[in-house]
């Protein structure tokens, strides 16, 4: 995969990113981070690996929409994660309880009633930081420097397609959107053609989207190539510490459904491939594409069209990563939650 070089993309009449120098630009600083998410199992894995990297990334705040399961739960489960990471100090900002115009739907037959699947879950000791994530974003965007933060969005896009149709201006103050959703070659998960978190509001995904922020998808195309195997779940559980042992616990429970209806050797870890995307692009390769999405009632609604070969002749307005390093991001995984209590 690493093989895969930015030569090889020219050569091929394509514009790969240029992976090699795209570690030189996101490892050369650390990041100013905002976490948008739906805990939801992957998330909490996600939101261990981003917690277990402060030297690259600077999570400002943790703000959660209602996703896979109603809001009042993720908002729980991220304040969960938060305390499994030891980083108290890090704000959780609950947002949106429904979607912004589709009915509400959830994911609670894959992540379990309460979300989060394979551990007990209980009342963390810290509650939720006073005021709304939607109201948060907008402050926070409106006053950062220009184009100085990232938003890691790991469940519908809800809370961010409020704060730019509420105050649009905010844009200046966003570095990069960095989403975990969409699908084009490998097909759907929620229905044949629909990503979960696209399906669950692709209106919001399309105000993110019209808003011109710089982003970068990770799709089921690459989620779906980096699989949990026997031997990286038991380098997980091997760690001699709780989070390796609650990864572990969530992992092995989470990955069995998508293993039998797809019949894969492996489950994914959709949400923390952003934030491995974050600390180690050079894990990844992907190509600047036209993306359009299908918020039309029908069988497409919810899919992410990905022009792949410019067939369309639009202009690129999204960074579609197509491939990854399945066993690099397992590592990666391994080393991060290794510093964990
Ligand atoms: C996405 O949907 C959710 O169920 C997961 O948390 C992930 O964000 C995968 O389609
Ligand atoms: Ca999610």
Known sequence: MKGISLLNGLLRGVVLMSVLGAAAVQGAERRDLIIDTDPGADDVVALLLALASPEELNVLAITTVAGNVRLDKTSRNARLAREWAGREEVPVYAGAPRPLVRTPIYADNVHGQEGLPGVTVYEPAKGLAQGNAVD?????LSQAPAHSITIAMLGPQTNLALALTQAPEITRGIKEVV?????????????????????????AAQVVLDSGVRLTYVPLDVTHKILTSEARLA????????????????????????????????????????????????????????????????IGFGQTVADWYGTLKQPENVLWVENGDAQGFFDLLTRRLARLK
């Open 136 to 140: 948060y974003l907008i402050r926070t």
């Open 179 to 203: 989403v975990m959703g969409g699908a084009h070659f490998n097909g759907g998960n929620i229905t044949p053609a629909a990503e979960f978190n696209l399906f669950a509001d692709p209106h």
């Open 235 to 298: 380098q997980i559980a091997a760690l001699d510490n709780q989070a390796g042992k609650r990864v572990g616990d969530i992992l092995n429970e989470y990955v069995k459904l998508d293993m039998a209806h797809y019949g894969l050797p492996g489950g994914p870890v959709h949400d923390a491939s952003v934030i491995a995307w974050l600390l180690q692009p050079e894990l990844f390769t992907g190509r600047r594409i036209h993306m359009a999405i299908d918020s039309r009632e029908g």
